[in-house]
Every structure is written in structure tokens, then in C-alpha cells.
């Protein structure tokens, strides 16, 4: 079992970067897929990536280009990093981890609790 809690969200112009922490513990990320997904008001969660194996990343095709998904295996953390910001990204993310390589949300088995992220135009 792993538990997960996210920080580093918050309110920013469009452009602008942040970078998400899913902070775990329990057991090492390296053990489970970890994804990062995000939902906004009235839409179902939606993924946006995932990192396995020290090293395979998946991106959605919305943030590829813009978006890095890392893992750091001393501080059993996995990182979004987000850059070019655009109000479309407006949502509360949420860190998960999986037994498979997913991106189906239903398919994680551990969730935190969310942060917020918001960009204005």
C-alpha cells in the first residue's frame, strides 16, 4: 500500500510554468506505475501522464511538448513539471499509482488527495 500527497499547485498567467510534487509513502514509487491526472469542474478525470521503470514516460497528447513527468527515487517523489501554461490546463491534479501501465483512471488503485492548479488568461 502507498500514500500519496500532492503539493505545488496554485494560481498563474498563461506561460507560466509550475512544477507538481506526489510525495509517497509507504512504499517506493518505483513499485507501481505512478500517473498524473486532472480533472476540471463538470468533467470526468482525464490523464495526462505516467512514469515506469525509472525511466518510460506516456504523455497526453494535450501536454506533450509542454509537460516532463519524473520520478526521484531518494525522495520517493514523482514530479509534473508544466511549462507554457494555458487556461485549458485549469484543473485539480491528482497523483496515482498503478499495478500496469494505464491511462485509465479506473485502473489506479492509490489516489491523493489533489492540488490545485489554475492559470488565467
Known amino acids: 500500500q502507498v500514500q500519496l500527497v500532492e503539493s505545488g499547485g496554485g494560481l498563474v498567467q498563461a506561460g507560466d510554468s509550475l512544477r507538481l510534487s506526489c510525495a509517497a509513502s509507504?512504499?517506493?514509487?518505483?513499485?507501481?506505475?505512478m500517473g498524473w491526472f486532472r480533472q476540471a469542474p463538470g468533467k470526468e478525470r482525464e490523464f495526462v501522464a505516467a512514469?515506469?521503470?525509472?525511466?518510460?514516460?506516456l504523455y497526453a497528447d494535450s501536454v506533450k511538448g509542454r509537460f516532463t513527468i519524473s520520478e526521484d527515487n531518494a525522495a520517493n517523489t514523482v514530479y509534473l513539471q508544466m511549462n507554457s501554461l494555458k487556461p485549458d490546463d485549469t484543473a485539480v491534479y491528482y497523483c496515482?499509482?498503478?499495478?500496469?501501465?494505464?491511462?485509465?483512471?479506473?485502473?489506479?488503485?492509490?489516489w491523493g488527495q489533489g492540488t490545485q492548479v489554475t492559470v488565467s488568461s
Open positions: 496515482g499509482a498503478a499495478r500496469m501501465v494505464t491511462m485509465g483512471y479506473r485502473d489506479y488503485d492509490y
Open positions: 509507504g512504499r517506493t514509487t518505483s513499485s507501481y506505475v
Open positions: 512514469f515506469w521503470r525509472s525511466g518510460y514516460t
